[in-house]
Antibody, heavy 112, light 112 residues
Framework: QVQLTESGPGLVHPSETLSLTCTVS????????VYWVRQPSGKGLEWMGRMRYNGDTSYNSALKSRLSISRDTSKNQVFLKMNSLQTDDTGTYYC??????WGQGVMVTVSS | DIVMTQAPLSVSVTPGESASISCRSSKSLLHSNGITYVYWYLQKPGKSPQLLIY???NLASGVPDRFSGSGSETDFTLKISRVEAEDVGIYYC?????????FGGGTKLELK
């Protein structure tokens, strides 16, 4: 059974770095890509980036300068790091295993 | 980036009646492999998006056959027959043809 679970701090201070972890089960990170999508509070969905099955990454150009995605295949984990957070980065962050499988999301609030 | 435009913003439906949601893309979503990469999701309050329709007209596993997707290269429709209380939420269309994935602004379905 495919599962993705996001984890990370619920509160981040402005200008600090967000670090999130996506732990997957039911599939191998060397066989399938993992994506990060976020949803600002009360708004729509924004694709952030991708960790491809072969280790290649791709980023949304709007976030590229602040964003980094990496992985640890031995732990079945994909990591997201985004720096210089501002209040409009507040929202729910999801990791997905392609189009079909989404995690439950982690709510991140950027506030002092 | 491909722009996805949804209409209407909201729809109010009597249980048992039908509803249709439209989505238009700024670029053809028909790949050279013959697949049209438009997807439909339902996001219920407090939940992550759940896949309803993939590749324009394919019903995702576990989704009632009251849901159907159709369209052309740039114009797409999600139809819900015999709307039920469990169908309430926000519907999003999305294109997964190319990175970044992009999504429509959402259509809120409510019951009369």
């Amino acid at each position: 059974q495919v599962q993705l679970t996001e984890s990370g701090p619920g509160l981040v201070h402005p200008s600090e770095t967000l670090s999130l972890t996506c732990t997957v089960s039911g599939f191998s990170l060397t066989g399938y890509s993992v994506y990060w999508v976020r949803q600002p509070s009360g708004k729509g969905l924004e694709w952030m980036g991708r960790m491809r099955y072969n280790g290649d990454t791709s980023y949304n150009s709007a976030l590229k300068s602040r964003l980094s995605i990496s992985r640890d295949t031995s732990k079945n984990q994909v990591f997201l790091k985004m720096n210089s957070l501002q209040t409009d980065d507040t929202g729910t962050y999801y990791c997905t295993g392609g189009s079909h499988y989404w995690g439950q999301g982690v709510m991140v609030t950027v506030s002092s | 980036d491909i722009v996805m435009t949804q209409a209407p913003l909201s729809v109010s439906v009597t249980p048992g009646e039908s509803a249709s949601i439209s989505c238009r893309s700024s670029k053809s979503l028909l790949h050279s492999n013959g697949i049209t990469y438009v997807y439909w999701y339902l996001q219920k309050p407090g939940k992550s998006p759940q896949l309803l329709i993939y590749r324009m007209s394919n019903l995702a596993s576990g989704v009632p056959d009251r849901f159907s997707g159709s369209g052309s290269e740039t114009d797409f429709t999600l139809k819900i027959s015999r709307v039920e209380a469990e169908d309430v939420g926000i519907y999003y269309c999305g294109q997964l043809l190319e990175n970044p994935w992009t999504f429509g602004g959402g259509t809120k379905l409510e019951l009369k």
